[in-house]
């Protein structure tokens, strides 16, 4: 999950797989919550944008 919300951060912010880290890394400092959940949330609330409604 990690991967994927670097990939989605790196579209976003045209920035490479490092600085895409860094900002999941500090969001997860600064939020006092695993990096892990922060990836998640993240890639979770892009495939819910992204999906069509029905």
């Not at 900002?23 to 819910?48: F, G, I």
């Amino acid at each position: 999950m990690i991967g994927r919300a670097k990939g989605i951060i790196m579209a976003r912010r045209d920035v490479s797989a490092e600085e895409a880290f860094d900002v999941l890394r500090r969001s997860s400092q600064n939020l006092n919550v695993k990096l892990a959940e922060v990836a998640s949330a993240l890639a979770t609330r892009h495939t819910d944008v992204d999906l069509p409604a029905h």
